[in-house]
DNA sequence: TGACATT
């Protein structure tokens, strides 16, 4: 593609056109540009005469998955403007070529006999209009792709103001741009090389300083002086392409932007309970149930003031799970849409009861216990007896508020645990995670490059299970919605190899739950990543990671709660919210009489599981014996739980 | 109607 481009339009005629896949695509994600103009797309099955007209836009309507070429006409638009046929597409008279689907792959031409398979010569595409924006042009963009200076025949080292580095993902020039008499200049860097890539991904998973950090740090200054998450480089030019982004949908922005970049969205639990202002949940951060009778710590941060802080009221879940998660997790996102991960950040005004007759997971486990969390509990010395209606952070599962459902419910005082427990070596390892809720360290992972597909996609062909092995799986909770699989294992890719990663998504909403789990490949490694992760605050996030390690996978979750005594207008929904104001609910079902015709009467009970182990113990002793619409309920560990202990 | 089912 040397020499004459550009860019032709066909006004009123939008069938030339090139359509990217939809995300997810295997195309490289990793380009400042994104999916801008790749540079070899004349190849994807022109023929015969000289030139193409291509019109670069999108369709994200379409979902065409093969790439398939067809010539058309360029006497349209430009040629006989105005002239286009209902179809969309003139009769065969000139050399244009539609590309419905990824330029990148192989591409199958048809519409003319012979056609297919003949290759092109780089010159044989010629863009004689244009309209818009340019993806290469108007957009950043990798300087390798740079239509404004093409890199085929302009001296490396020049850039426009729109180009980057694909390397180091900052606006061209970096600091290693150089004058392109070196091989080893940035300014040379193409997507096409696997040293550029690989250099490019070390740049992104070491933290490494990229360049000019007048201008990548401006925003965010304290983003490289951070451990762990600190991997992004970012720059104002971010700004720049979030505005782009909407106005053109055919660029993908810079993997490293996200929309929180310029708005970090409130979460809605945040909203639920800014307006709520319930003072007494507000200092009550998640008391955890144990057994353990080892001395505990006092807990120092955040919880200590009463307060009507939204954000600390978003208690998390600083329990010590150690073992115990949702059971297989591809499950968890078939059930997505009864998965209400942030129910995790409702404050809990009931003191457990607390008299769990198993031992403590994690010293049953003899896991090192992960309970630096701990440290971030409170113990609420009473609770309110017949609250009033509890704020349930559902807002985001759209399932309608109803706190009448609750009302009933009595909550005994039960001031119990207050033996302190041990503060954890872990804690000491993981260094400034308390600090890190104080003073928000840049780890910005909604900013962090997305992994080069290479890197993860063999992985990807697999199911978890094959990968997970005992303890090497770990769940991530209180990720910002607008983290992604990618952008977690990115993350964790510090801690170790990440053999999978996946974010829960709600079936119905699409939106992130707000955590997944991240599967290490050895259990050091997924422990290192609860040592280093836990607590630790995301740039623009006000709620802390919350990690743990979870169970092998089972069948049958050792979390599984049978209640019983449920008034029959309880129905899955509302027994997920019961249980949701005590942990995590990953499944929540109400047993029913299938009745003819389609009816179905509750028998009664239902089956909870809880996201950990101890979750399940606070939830059981919570809602145990408590009294809802006139019902006193039953709440136990189930009985075909194969870990159940009574 | 008052119980540990279902995938």
Known sequence: MAGSMGFRIHVGRPRLRILWPRSGSSAPRGSPSGRALPAQYPACGRMGSARDAVEISSDEEDSRPAPVARELPCDDAVLKKGESDDAGVATDDDDCVVLDGDPDGAVAVVGRKGAAGNDVSSDELQIVAEKGQVACRDFPHSRHLCSNLPFGTTSHEKHCTMCYCFVCDVRAPCDYWGTGLSIDDHCHATDKETRWKTLRLAFKCKGLRASNPEKENAMYPAMASVSGLSLGNRSPLQNVVNQNRQIHASVRTAPNVAPAVSAPRAFPVARAEGSTSNAQTSQVTYPVATTVSAPRGIPTTRAEGSTSNAHTSQATHHVAPTVGAPRVYRATRAEGS?????????????????????????????????????????????????????????????????????????????????????????????????????????????????????????????????????????????????????????????????????????????????????????????????????????????????????????????????????????????????????????????????????????????????????????????????????????????????????
């Open 338 to 646: 009864r998965i209400n991960a942030h129910t995790s950040q409702v404050s809990y005004p009931v003191a457990p009861t607390v008299s769990v007759p198993r031992p403590h997971p994690a010293a049953r486990t003899g896991r090192g216990s992960n309970n630096a969390h701990t440290s971030q509990v409170t113990y609420p010395v009473a609770a309110p007896t017949v609250s009033a209606p509890r704020p349930q952070p559902v807002a985001r599962t759209g399932i309608g508020l109803n706190n009448a459902h609750n009302a009933q419910i009595t909550h005994p005082v039960q001031p119990t645990v207050s033996a302190p427990r041990a503060y954890p070596a872990a804690i000491a390892e993981r260094g400034n995670a308390q600090t890190a809720q104080l003073t928000y360290p840049a780890t910005a992972s909604h900013h962090l490059p997305e992994p080069e597909p290479d890197q993860y996609e063999e992985y990807w062909e697999d199911t978890p299970e094959e990968y997970a092995s005992e303890g090497s799986t770990v769940y991530v909770g209180n990720l910002p919605y607008h983290i992604d699989d990618d952008s977690l294992a990115l993350n964790f890719q510090h801690a170790g190899v990440v053999v999978f990663s996946e974010v829960i998504y709600d079936d119905k909403t699409g939106q992130s739950c707000g955590f997944g789990y991240v599967t290490m490949s050895t259990v050091q490694e997924a422990e290192k990543a609860v040592r280093m992760y836990h607590g630790y605050v995301i740039y623009g996030s006000v709620r802390p990671l919350t990690v743990y390690i979870t169970a092998p996978c089972q069948s049958g979750s050792p979390f599984e709660i049978f209640v019983c005594n449920l008034p029959w207008q309880v129905d899955d929904s509302w027994l997920e919210k019961l249980f949701s104001a005590h942990g995590e609910v990953v499944d929540a079902r109400v047993v029913y009489y299938e009745r003819r015709g389609g009816t179905r009467r509750s028998r009664g009970f239902g089956f909870v599981t809880m996201a950990t182990e101890e979750q399940s113990y606070y939830a059981i002793n919570s809602l145990n014996k408590q009294v809802l619409e006139g019902r006193t309920l039953r709440v136990k560990v189930s009985r075909e739980s194969p870990q159940q202990g009574y």
